[in-house]
């Protein structure tokens, strides 16, 4: 079965640049969010699509920003970044509606240098 | 606001033995309650949930979680434990609040490790 897509798997950046994360959902899946997940941490809520509108907003900086596209998937733009960025960022996606359950990807490996 | 508190950071048991992982919640209204796995450098993956229905809810892999309303719990568990089950372990509960956009909440994880 298909599954979540996220890529990179793994970014490096340094100190001020910008990044972007894609993510393409399960198809006919009409929910994505995103997750940024901290060394040693567990996941934490920072955006979420439906229907290509953003439907709800976590702890997200202001530096960073979200789109879903047309075909559904998202973009997670990140810019000036920190070395406190360095985390493991998650996409999943889910129908709305019941089951409920969110199906996730293998995550982007971000690292700030 | 809904959470969630897995109490325990590490969980050790003997391959073969039962296991079980706790997961207690707080939330206004009735919980939708999952548990994920992680593997190292993996994403999370589905386990199981609760909605309504049985209190005993069967998962992926042979994992079975209790739903305890009293308690406020829903336990992780597994009859006989297999070294391949040694991961991080999610419990998570679905945000019901003003927006109920479904984003989940987790708790801070438990760390399963079955020994040989």
């Known amino acids: 079965a298909a599954g979540v897509i996220q890529s990179p798997r793994h970014l490096m950046k340094e100190k001020r640049e910008t990044a972007t994360l894609k993510c393409y959902p399960i198809p006919r899946h009409d929910t994505v969010y995103w997750y940024q997940q901290g060394p040693g941490q567990d996941p934490q809520f920072l955006i979420s699509f439906y229907e290509k509108m953003q439907s709800d907003k976590g702890s997200i900086p202001d530096r960073f920003s979200a789109q879903q596209f047309s075909d559904y998937h998202s973009e997670l733009n990140m810019s000036s970044l920190e070395l406190g960025d360095s985390a493991l960022y998650f996409c999943?996606?889910?129908?709305?509606?019941?089951?409920?359950?969110?199906?996730f990807g293998p995550g982007t490996r971000l690292t700030v240098t | 606001a809904q959470s969630v508190a897995q109490p325990e950071d590490q969980v050790n048991v003997a391959e073969g033995n039962p296991l079980t992982v706790k997961c207690t919640y707080s939330v206004s209204g009735n919980p939708y309650l999952f548990w994920y796995v992680q593997y190292p450098n993996r994403g999370l993956q589905f386990l199981l949930k609760y909605i309504t229905g049985d209190n005993l809810v069967k998962g992926s892999y042979g994992f079975e979680a209790e739903f305890n309303k009293s308690q406020t719990s829903f336990h992780l568990k597994k009859p006989s434990a297999l070294v391949s089950d040694s991961a991080l372990y999610f419990c998570a509960v679905r945000d019901i609040g003003s927006s109920n956009t479904g984003k989940l909440i987790f708790g801070q994880g438990t760390t399963l490790q079955v020994k040989p």
């Open positions: 999943a996606s889910s129908l709305s509606g019941a089951p409920y359950e969110q199906y």
